[in-house]
Structures are given as C-alpha cells and as structure tokens.
C-alpha cells in the first residue's frame, strides 16, 4: 500500500471512529456532518470524497465484505455444492466478525434504534441478496446447473438456472440475517462459526421431517 493510499485509509478510520462515538454518545439523529468532521479534523469537502451520507459511517465495510463474498463464490470448484461453499464463506466470515464482538453488537444497537439506518440495512441486504443471485448463477450454468435427481444430473435451461440461483441466494441472505439477529439477542455469546454451520444445515434439511 504505498503512503497515499494509507492517508486515505486513515482519513477514512478516523471519520468511522469519530462518527460512532458521537452517535453512541448522543444519538445519531442529534449528530451532524460538521460535528463528525471537527471530531475526525477533516473539512466537510473532504468528508463527501469517501462517504456519500451519515447512514454510510455506520456500514463502512459493506462494499468491502460484499465484494470478498461474491469472489469466494465465484471460486466455487464446479463438482462443490453450494451449500459447502456457504459453510466455509461462513467461517470465514465468523472468524473475523467474532474478532469485533463488542463494536458490532453496539453498532447494531445503534441501527436498531434508528429508523433510517434499519432502512439502509435493508438496502445492504438487498445488495447481498442480488450479488449472490448472480454468483450462484454464474456457478450453476459453469456446472451444467449442478443439479442432481437420484443420481443423475439434470440439465436446465437459463430460466430454470435462474430461479434456482435466486431461491438460493434469499435462503442464505435469510440464513445470514437469522443467524446474526440470534447472536445480537444472545450479547454475542454463541460461537458464531459453530452457530453459522447449524443455520446452514437447518436451510439444506429444514423442510424435511
């Protein structure tokens, strides 16, 4: 990273930082832009180069995990269900979310109580919800579909690999929102890898008694 790009990422953590701190001591609504960037000792200009709202300081990594989710399902090896490679995205993700245990259950106590921010949090999972679609897609017709009907594998056309792609990706997105909300509910306390693994399972074997 050469020295700009490290400026860049310091203006950025400290904007973060200086953001939750006001909005966990005062309220987010009661927080303005100005107040943010005296804390942060960055001109309001300078602000809207690396955030386009006050509701974006409280997701600063979304873009980031987003992106990070999508190429690890691209690298998805064609024979490898989808499921198994949710299970590994999924320890891979609760590795680093159990790291910040603390800052994200107070952050999600902030997007609780705001309506604003529960509204933004939509829109992200939305977000996660299409780039899944897609990558599952994308998995599906590199693989033939990689659909199986006792033992043999079923070719489908484009509409088929879309619908299956897209039913998909709004289980895990629900997999992914339930799972979180029973961490948050339980002050972090599960371990959050061993908890994603049985939310998966409980998506691939739910509806069968």
């Given amino acids: 990273m050469s020295v700009r790009d490290h400026k860049k990422a310091a203006t950025r953590r400290a904007l973060v930082d200086a953001a939750l701190a006001r ?20 001109a309001r200009r300078t602000f809207f180069r690396y955030f386009g709202s006050k509701e974006e300081l409280v997701f600063p990594h979304r873009a980031d995990r987003l992106s990070r989710f999508t ?21 891979i993700f609760a ?18 109580a705001v309506p604003a921010l529960r509204a933004r949090e939509r ?10 679609a897609k ?9 033939g579909d990689g659909m199986k009907s006792a033992s043999r594998r079923v070719k489908a056309d484009g509409a088929r690999i ?7 990706a709004g289980g895990a997105i629900g997999v992914i929102r339930a799972t979180m909300r029973y961490w948050f509910d339980h002050n972090g306390r599960p371990d959050l890898a061993e908890l994603g693994a049985r939310a998966i399972d409980h998506l691939e074997s739910g509806f069968i008694r």
């Fill in 71 to 91: 190429e690890l399902l691209d690298g998805t090896p064609a024979d490898e269900s989808p499921l198994l490679c949710l299970h590994v995205i999924a320890q």
């Fill in 135 to 143: 990558a599952f897609h994308r998995y599906f017709a590199s693989a």
């Fill in 123 to 132: 829109e992200i999972d939305e977000d996660w919800e299409q780039a899944m």
């Fill in 23 to 42: 909005f966990h001591a005062q309220g987010f609504d009661a927080t303005t832009l100005d107040d943010i960037c005296a804390d942060a000792g960055v």
């Fill in 162 to 168: 879309d619908l299956r792609a897209r039913v998909l």
């Fill in 95 to 112: 590795k680093e979310y159990s790291q910040h245990r603390r800052q994200l259950i107070a952050r999600q106590r902030l997007i609780d």
